[in-house]
């Protein structure tokens, strides 16, 4: 008896068929570990589902991205929706993923991420809703738990940094299907008492103990407060829905405390550098208008009629003592000119050289004789002497050769 001989491609095909006439496994959940996931660049993500007893190949395509929320990493915990189908070319058969849900507290994320999507698309993580907090507050509003370190520490920073602020705890349900709505109450009751600014939250936990702080009720009535409010929600690294739409976030209770109330040490030395540099200013100042009025009076004073007056009357005295001194100087140089002339006209004179045993002849009609021609015997002359002059006749004349 001859046995059939087939294929392996024939193999695949029967296969093939078995899997996808099978109902169930053309719609099928299933849960288990992410490992050994990849993005590829084409868009699939191809990753392998394990459990401790087994592992299944899974491939999810960039057209079924839609259904998925987050992105996948090693260890979580998923739901993956699809069918399991077999790849004939490789005989293998994998677990073709068209939906993939995080399972636990997985399935809270994504409903967190749902709601923050809405919420954001409503506007109320939009920064100009966002009010400014309070630099100086008297009234401090606290929503949290009446036990625990988170309000401990927000009394504790709080009246260290300012004693005066007055701290008005409203002792809220901050975990479980109560939290929510009491949590709520707790802001309203605060808006109703009229605070400064409002701190709203708890100590660090799970996502699930910290889901009050992610219910759209909360984020509704941080939204919808008239006072600035804080979230101080869990530790730096905890991030809820309410700290999204609060005024300010916070990183701790202990952070919050320090963000709403103003050290009031600080406001004492920067009210003595103020007062220190107003001191100053004023002295620069009065300094400044002390000057400016004594220019004014020395203009008044230089403008004043019997200032005017006074220097008029200087102004005229210069002149006379100017005039006086161009007189007597115009005078010395007059007199030092005559004495000039004195000398020179002394030297020109012919009484000079009479004193000094000269003599000159005239005719008798007054002409100096200076030469032999003017004059002939019989002629009379006069001849001028020191003391007189002395009346002669011509005798001769005799011409000299020198």
Known sequence: MMQNVYTVAQVNSYIKNMFTQDFMLQSIAVKGEVSNCKYHSSGHIYFTLKDEKGTIACVMFAGNRGGLAFRMTEGQQVVVNGA???????GRYQLYAKEIKQDGAGALYERFERLKTELSERGMFAKEYKRPIPKYISRLGVVTAQTGAAVRDIIQIASRRNPYVQIILYPAIVQGDMAAQS???????????????????????????????????????????????????????????????????APTPSAAAELAVYD???????????????????????????????????????LSPSNRIREKRTYCLNLEESLLNCMTQK????????????????????????????????????RTVYRIEQVKPEDELQVYVKDGVIRTKVMDRQSLTW
């Not at 399991?84 to 490789?90: F, G, L």
């Not at 004179?349 to 045993?357: F, H, V």
């Open 264 to 302: 009031v040490r600080q406001l004492q030395d920067r009210l003595k550098e103020y007062a220190y540099t107003m001191q100053h200013l004023c002295r620069n100042c009065v300094a400044r208008y002390r000057g400016s009025a004594e220019n004014y009076r020395m203009r008044l004073k230089y």
């Open 84 to 90: 399991i189908d077999v790849y004939e070319r490789d």
């Open 183 to 249: 949590i709520v109450n707790g802001i309203r009751a605060m808006e109703a008492q009229g605070v400064d600014t409002i701190i709203v939250g708890r100590g660090g936990g799970s996502i699930e103990d910290l889901w009050a702080f992610n219910e759209e009720a909360v984020a509704q009535a941080i939204f919808d407060c008239s006072i600035p409010i804080i979230s101080a929600i869990g530790h730096e690294t905890d991030t809820t829905i309410a700290d999204f739409v609060a005024d300010l976030r």
């Open 331 to 366: 005078l010395s140089d007059k007199r030092h000119q005559l004495a000039l002339y004195i000398e020179q006209m002394k030297g020109l004179s012919p009484l000079e050289k009479l004193n000094q045993g000269y003599a000159y002849a005239a005719d008798s009609q007054g």
